[in-house]
Each structure stands twice: as structure tokens, then as C-alpha cells.
């Protein structure tokens, strides 16, 4: 049924094969839609799916996802899968931005390229429900592509999950709870099917995230009054002793265990929005059980990656993506019969 509205995105070559293309970067976080309207020349054959439905939440909008897969067929077991979360503070942005990346959706179909399927999804943001609708979708997500994994060609023991900002967040957490039932989304009717899936991942990538909301000052209670304007304030929509458990669920460094998966934590030096020290305490903490962890501080740059220059900004951005795309096809690239 879905391949019916499938758009073929055309392979560009040379003498020697398939040419890869660096991804465009711009001077400052690009938050218009990029997606291609019409077929569009990218860098491999590759078929993409825009906005298919993958949760109704009873009372709320229809959430949707954009799938970028290679348009060969898999064989064997499938293509892993890369599921990626976007920022905004838990209350702006979609699935077709990152940062300063001038076209998401290519950068995105680029991975798919290297074969995977990647899904870039939506979530309830902060003003629609609060924690933790965000980290039920992102699950219902990820159950919802395994229990359609055959309509996909994809291999449902391979995935890794990676968010930037607040999606860096809930990308973490979902990692670090896999099965956690405080945490499940619930479902009903012609959804149930997908309470028996699994949300569980082999890896996670997480861009300037926030993973300990106790050492934030609206919840630290250093500065008294927590500050109602905070996008973290608003996301977790809590108040005195309600708060002490709602904080500590929502961060992932209190679910850090000897089952969580590998992980990659990338962060400016400068990051002026979301301090560097909580990516340096998750990465201890990951250590600390055991966990590889490898944690990538790049210097002079702010959140989003941004720089001091546009070229600041863009090499931070090109390194940030090859690392991350090494990681995944480390964790869960390769084919298997």
C-alpha cells in the first residue's frame, strides 16, 4: 500500500561509481521545511515515504514520520534501521531539520544510501502533552517500524536511535529504558498489535542532549523558583515534590544499567544552551557501567554546532555527521544473510 506514494530519488554517478556529496551547511540553524515537493536528483537510488502515519494518540493530532530507504531490495534479513529525533526544546521544530544542515532530508537520504532505513520522526510536543507523551511516541515509533518491518525491508534486531538537542534527550532515554513500563505507550483497537514489539535499540547518538535535568537550576533548587518560561520546565510540567520522580524519570543518566546499549555523545565546548558537563557526566556514567561510550567535544562551537565563522560552523557540522555515521555502521551496518 505505501508504495504507491513512493518518490525515487535518482542515483548520481561518475567513472568510478557512486559519488558521495557533502552535505550543504548554513551559517545559522535552518528550520524551513527542505523537503523535496517533486523527484529530485540526490546521491543514490533511493525511495522515500513522506509523512506516513505511525501513531494516532487518542485526542491528539496523527503522528507522522518521513522514511528514506535504499531502493534496491534488501534481501536476507533486511536493512538496519536508523531512527533519528529532532530538536526544538520539546516544543518546536520537525522532522525534516537539524542544526545548521541546509537540507536535512538529503543528508537523511545520504545515510539511507549507504543501506539503511532511516526514519526521522515527530513527536507530541510540550505545549500539546507533557512528559512523557514525547518519549511514548518516540517508542510507539520505533515499534511501529519493526511491526511493519516487512513492508520495508527492514531487519528488526538492528537499530539505533540519535536525536540532537531535546531529540538527543529522548533518543538516550529511550535507549536507556527499553521495556521500562513506566515509560510504554499504551494501545487500543487496531494498535494493540504493537504492544507486543519491541522498543529496545543496539545504539544511540546523541547531539548536545540533555541527560541529568536535576543539575538544571529550574530542578536543582539552587536558584529557588523554578523558571515557568523554560522549555524543560514545560516539558516536564511539574511543581514541588511532583517533581522528584518526573525529573529523575525523564533523565537517562537514572536509568543508565549494565543493559544499556553503546552510545556516542557529540558536544560544543561553547554551548551556551545546553551545557558540555551534561554530556561529560552521562559519558562517565556510561563508563561507569561498563558501557562503551565514546563522548566527541569539539572546540569553539556553540549549540547547533555553530561556530565563530560559517566555516567554523560547517566543519563542526561535517565532523559531527561522519562521526556519527561511522558509529552507526559500526553498530549496525554490514549485511547479514
Keep these: 500500500m505505501f508504495r504507491r506514494y513512493a518518490w525515487v530519488l535518482l542515483i548520481l554517478t561518475s567513472a568510478g561509481g557512486a559519488r558521495a556529496e557533502e552535505a550543504a551547511i548554513a551559517a545559522s540553524p535552518v528550520l524551513e521545511d527542505r523537503y523535496p515537493r517533486a523527484e529530485i536528483a540526490l546521491p543514490a537510488a533511493v525511495v522515500s515515504y513522506p509523512d506516513l502515519v505511525f501513531s494516532r494518540p487518542p485526542g491528539f493530532r496523527p503522528l507522522r514520520l518521513d522514511l528514506y530507504k535504499p531502493k534496491a531490495e534488501p534481501g536476507g534479513a533486511g536493512y538496519p534501521l536508523v531512527i533519528y529525533i529532532h530538536g526544538g526544546g520539546w516544543q518546536s521544530g520537525h522532522t525534516r531539520h537539524s542544526g545548521a544542515f541546509a537540507d536535512w532530508p538529503r543528508v537523511l537520504a545520504s545515510i539511507a544510501a549507504k543501506g539503511f532505513v532511516v526514519a526521522s520522526i515527530e513527536y507530541r510536543l510540550s505545549d500539546e502533552a507533557p512528559f512523557p507523551a514525547a518519549i511514548q511516541d518516540v517508542k510507539s515509533s520505533i515499534r511501529w517500524l519493526r511491526a511493519n ?77 523554578p523558571n515557568v518560561a523554560s522549555a524543560a520546565t514545560k516539558y516536564l510540567k511539574c511543581s514541588g515534590a511532583e517533581c522528584t520522580e518526573r525529573v529523575s524519570l525523564a533523565s537517562p543518566i537514572a536509568h543508565v544499567g549494565k543493559s544499556t546499549p553503546p552510545a556516542l555523545l557529540i558536544h560544543g565546548d561553547k554551548d551556551a544552551v545546553v551545557a558540555v558537563d551534561q554530556s561529560r557526566k552521562f559519558n562517565a556514567a556510561l563508563k561507569a557501567q561498563g558501557i562503551a561510550s565514546e563522548l566527541v567535544v569539539i572546540q569553539g562551537v556553540d549549540h547547533s554546532f555553530i561556530g565563530a565563522t560559517p566555516e567554523a560552523t560547517r566543519k563542526a557540522s561535517l565532523d559531527a555527521l561522519a562521526k556519527t555515521v561511522a558509529f552507526i555502521d559500526a553498530r549496525i551496518g554490514g549485511k547479514r544473510s
Design 149 to 225: 518491518a516487512g513492508q520495508f525491508g527492514i531487519d528488526r534486531t538492528r537499530a539505533v536511535v540519535w536525536g540532537g538537542s531535546a531529540g538527543g534527550q529522548l533518543a538516550a532515554l529511550a535507549a536507556t529504558t527499553c521495556g521500562d513500563a513506566r515509560l510504554q505507550p499504551t494501545y487500543a483497537g487496531a494498535d494493540a498489535s504493537l504492544a507486543k514489539a519491541s522498543d529496545c535499540v543496539q545504539g544511540f547518538v546523541a547531539w548536545y542532549g540533555i541527560f541529568d535535568f536535576t543539575a538544571l537550576p529550574e530542578f536543582s533548587g539552587v536558584q529557588g523558583t
